[in-house]
Structure formats: structure tokens, C-alpha cells
């Protein structure tokens, strides 16, 4: 289903009941961010939200992709599953063998829808070029600031264009724009994005780079510059395959070698110059639940804003999961589910994506097995598979149990892991927002083979776990430095432990798990221990994950502990997930702090909660972060 503009989607909202319109006046500056935050983490109440006044000419839309059914709205589909299984029905009729004249007339209907999908650039102006300012000031445009420590308002769903110098061909992503001026802000483009090698090329040839940003219109471009697609796939074609019709472009006023969707709400036209100094961009609440730190990034310099009458201004936020990035990456684990199939690992099942680990930290991918090694297989290819690449943890499993059921899960794998044998380590690219990595973009991954493993793959030197048991009340003498365990998942028959832990001295985790697997590795059969910060509550099991991911380097902060019983070895991994110092860890990068909302904004929306007509209060969820801040600035003052 295609919308006509970004109208057309709000209206669609409103009729299902996922809109809320805010009348009463909101500051972007904090308060927009902190009431969806609200909004976004309260499940009985998630809703989009329409901001209407907010001290300037546009109206801001929020969360509007920000649960299942908002991102199904926004594509057209009863299931984000629908479109996975249309993209497979389609290759495989592209794919499958043709032996009589009439299989070959079949498949020139799908030939034809390909050509229907394309974009396509008109003639005149389009909607988004109705009025043209003057004077460009992105003063004008309600930019939002979304959290305390931020370096400014940013940009946050802009729908940026740029163009290879050689070939021509366009490309269309999604970067962060800090506004630094009112006709400047960053381009927080990293060095693995296209992007940015588009700005490599525009560097050798001593030219400037023209860009093109898009605010609004059909929500499917949103999406479509999210997604991972493969080099020189035009995002447009995906955004007509979505909405089941092409996408109308017109040609930039001051870039003319730029097009942009004709229904655009906003755009701002502008160049990155690649012979000038970069600016100093950041910091920025960041999806990860951390602000990603400053860094130098190229400068983005505006040649014109145009926009359409009635325009609205389309952001979102992230921060602490879950927030409405959640879903945009729920989309992409299912659309994407069946070429990563069909084109690269035939004997891929399901994929999940817990909202604990934002995106690429976490994985659980299903498999159908029929040999041994299998899963090593599908480990290498999953980490040669495009944005895959980034994944930290990665855990597989066979077709015997369902990836969303976490407990039944979390039972199979473990059952089926010998910590010893079945954790396999490497090294690779890294997400550059993965503040763990020892250095900038490049550190440790890990796969979990949580499936029932053939005879080749067993090593008989191990005993096969036993029983588990629950310690007694004396299982954590002599251990001062241990804060609390979360006992649950062992009284749930799951031989893993989360432990949090007061940090005083260089290698303490390490030496801790050697001497407390030791003792507790026969009574309990634990095969794994997490070990977290003491200011983090271990039964506090959503949370509890999202750090332990975050602040995990699999490589570098894993050690396994055996032990013989009897003729048979028993195996403990241990996986240090607390927070990395130079003094206590050789580490050397500054490590970012959590993102909290300031009290003054708390209180602030507070007073004005009633007046928003959002129902019933709802507390800030950063109210039950603030004792895990390390100070009260970006950077961690640990």
C-alpha cells in the first residue's frame, strides 16, 4: 500500500486507534524526548504521538513506527512475515527451472512487476519544493534534543542522498545530523557506510560532495534507508516493491544531480566539502542505551530547505531499549529472513533479534541441521552476511525448539552446550558504537552451538551434565566481592548464573571464576556464569542482559574453568560483562555512560502531564537508571 504523503500515514494511524495528538504546548528541547520515552516503554499505552504545537511552524510526529502494528501500517502488510514469504515466492519462481514455453510466459508478469518497482524522476517540481525559504535556516525546522548530555539537537530521521562520482549510482541511508549552525550541521556517516565511500571518492577527486535529505512522506522511505541492502541496490526499488508502487523523484533546486521523493515533507539540499576540516560532532544518546562519544565527522553545509504546505517534521529517539528502533530492526529480521536464505544460507530457519541486544549484539539464528559442523557453517557465513558482520553473540539452535519462546530456548541450548567444546571465538569488524572494543570498530565475537550435536561433534573426554542443584545458604562464603546472584535461571533448570560484582583489582573477575566455578560447579552443574557491575540488580533480567551485551568484548573477557570428576572433565565459561578501566582492566578508551533524563526535565513534564492528554500518569523510566550513572556527563567518570 502506497501512501500519498506522510498525511495519508498520520491519518491512517488515527483510525487505528495508534495516534495520539498533543495540543498543549512541548519544548523540543528535551521534553518532546522524555514524554515518548514515557509513551514508548509503557506497552498499554504505546502510541504515536503528534506534537502539535511546539513553538514552530511544524508539527513534530513521534514513535510512529514504534510497535508491530505501527511498523505493519507503515508497510502495508497484516504480518511483517507477509512480505519474507513474498520475497521468497518471488525468487523462487525467478530461480526455479523453466523447461516449457509456458513456465517462461509465467514468470514475465514478475519481470514486469520488477520495472513497476523502479523509481522514476519527473518532470517540474514536487510537492516537497511548494514553498521555498529564502534565507535556509534550519532554525526554522523544530529539531529535537533528546537527551541531557547530547552536543545539541539532532537530526534524527533524515533520509539522506548521495550519489557515486563514477557510476552514478544513488545511494540512500540513514545518519544523524547534530545541527551546529543555521546552515551547518555533521554527518555522522561511518567509515563502513556507503556513504562514506562515496566521500572517499569525492576526496580523490577534489570535488565537493552534493547531499540531499528528506524529512517525511511515505513512512516505507524511512524504513528503506535502514535497511541492509547490498551495494548498488537502488533503496527505491525497495521502497516500490514495499508500497507496491515506483517512487516518484524530482531533481534537487541547488544539487541537480540529487533527486528526492517528490512527497517528501522537508528537504535540505546542501554539500559535504571533503578538502575542509571535519567538525567536532557529539556526544549523542545513542541506540545502544550509551551515548556514542564524540569524534570527527565531515561538515554538512545547506544550499536550501524546501518543504510542502502542512508540512510535519518525522523524529524519533533511542536510548535505553525498547524504544521504536526496536521495531524498524524487527522489520528488517523478518523482510530479510529469506534472501539471506535463498541467496546465502540455504539452511537458515528463523532469526531473532532480542530487544536486549540492540540489533547486532545478540542473535539467535535457527537452523534446519543434517551434518556435522553445521553450525560453524552458518557462523561463518552469518558473519560474512552484509550488517551481520557487527554481530557480537551470536547462538544457534536446530529446528527443536522455537526461537521466541526465551525460556524453552535458553533450556535447549544449554542442555545441548558443552561450555568447553560448543563456544567458538573470533575476531572482526565492530559495530564503531561498540564501546567495548579495545579499538575503534575491530573486536571479539562469539557463537553459542546450542544444537543436538552428531557423534563427530561430541568429545567424550566431558561428562554429559547431571542433575542440577540449588547451593545451599553457605554458597557464597568467601566471596565478599560478590554483590548478588539472580538465582531464577538455575531454579528454572538453565545452568547459568548472573553475577554482579564490586571491581577493586586488576584480573579479579578472572581469578574470581576459577576460584567460585571451582566450588560451585559440581554441586550445581552451572555451565555458565555472567559476571556485571554491582550497581546493576542481576534479577533485573532485561536489564541485566542489556548491559552484560553491551559491555562485553567475547574474546578478550571470556575464561573457561575445568575440572575433573572422576574419568570425566566438567566445564564452566565465564564472560565478564562489567564496566572496562584503565586501571583495573588495560583499558584504554573512554567508556560512555548510560542515557538518563535530568531531573529539571523530569519535573518538567511532570507539572505538564495532565495537560497533555495522554491519560493516566506515567513516571519517567530513567528514574530506575539513575543509581547506575557513573557522574553526570557523557563520558563515565569511573
Known sequence: MAFNNSGDFIEALESAGELIRVKSFVDPRLEIAEITDRISKTPSRNRALLF???????????????????????????????????????????????????????????????????????????????????????????????????GGPFITLPVIHTKDPETGIRNV????????????????????????????????????????????????????????????????????????KKVGLVRCLTQPELEVPADADIVIEGYVDPLENPVWEGPFGDHTGYYSLPDWYPAFHVTAITHKKNAVYPATIVGIPPQEDAWLGKATERIFLAPMKMMMIPEIVDMEMPVEGVFHNLVIAQIHKT??????????????????????ILVLV?????????????????????????????????????????????????????????????????????????PDNHWLDGFPEIKAVNRQLLEREIPCLIVSVSKTRRGQVRALHQVFAEKILQDTGVKLILYIDENINPSDLPVALWRFCN????????????????????????????????????????WPNIIVADEKTISAVDAKWDQLGLGAFIPSPSLSFQDQLYGAEAVAAL
Not at 373 to 392: C, D, I, T
Not at 555 to 579: I, N, P
Open 52 to 150: 502539535e504545537n511546539t513553538g514552530y511552524d511544524f508539527p513534530v510526529l513521534m514513535n510512529a513506527y514504534g510497535s508491530e502494528k505501527r511498523m505493519c501500517i507503515a508497510l502495508g502488510v497484516s504480518r511483517l512475515d507477509d512480505i519474507s514469504k513474498e520475497i521468497e515466492s518471488l525468487f523462487k519462481m525467478l530461480a526455479g527451472p523453466r523447461e516449457s514455453i509456458l513456465d517462461k510466459l509465467r514468470v514475465l508478469p514478475k519481470l514486469a512487476q520488477f520495472a513497476a518497482w523502479m523509481p522514476k524522476v519527473i518532470r517540474g517540481k514536487g510537492d516537497c519544493q511548494e514553498i521555498i525559504l529564502e534565507s535556509p535556516d534550519l532554525g526554522k525546522l523544530p529539531v529535537i534534543t533528546c537527551w541531557p548530555k547530547d
Open 551 to 590: 559491555n562485553l568484548d567475547p574474546k578478550r573477557d571470556s575464561f573457561l574453568f575445568e575440572s575433573r570428576v572422576g574419568d570425566r572433565m566438567q566445564a564452566c565459561m565465564g564472560l565478564d560483562g562489567t564496566t572496562k578501566t584503565e586501571a583495573l582492566d588495560d583499558f584504554h578508551r573512554d
Open 371 to 392: 551434518f556435522a559442523g553445521q553450525g560453524q557453517k552458518v557462523m561463518s557465513a552469518m558473519w560474512g552476511a552484509g550488517q551481520m558482520m557487527f554481530n557480537k
Open 173 to 244: 541511508g540513514m545518519y544523524r545530523m547534530q545541527v551546529m549552525g543555521e546552515r551547518l550541521t555533521g554527518m555522522h556517516w561511518h567509515k563502513h557506510k556507503v556513504s562514506a565511500r562515496h566521500f572517499e571518492a569525492y576526496k580523490k577527486l577534489k570535488k565537493r560532495m552534493p547531499v540531499a535529505v528528506a524529512l517525511g512522506g511515505d513512512p516505507v522511505y524511512a524504513y528503506s534507508a535502514t535497511a541492509p541492502l547490498p551495494d548498488n541496490v537502488d533503496e527505491y526499488m525497495l521502497a516500490g516493491f514495499l508500497r507496491k
Open 398 to 470: 536446530d529446528e527443536g525448539v522455537s526461537v521466541t519462546d526465551y525460556l524453552s530456548l535458553a533450556k535447549y541450548v544449554f542442555k545441548n552446550l558443552n561450555p568447553a567444546t560448543d563456544i567458538a571465538f573470533a575476531q572482526g569488524p565492530m559495530d564503531v558504537l561498540d564501546h567495548s572494543c579495545s579499538k575503534l570498530g575491530f573486536g571479539g565475537k562469539m557463537c553459542l552451538d546450542g544444537t543436538k550435536k552428531f557423534e563427530e561433534e561430541t568429545d567424550d573426554r566431558y561428562a554429559v551434565a547431571g542433575n542440577m542443584f540449588l
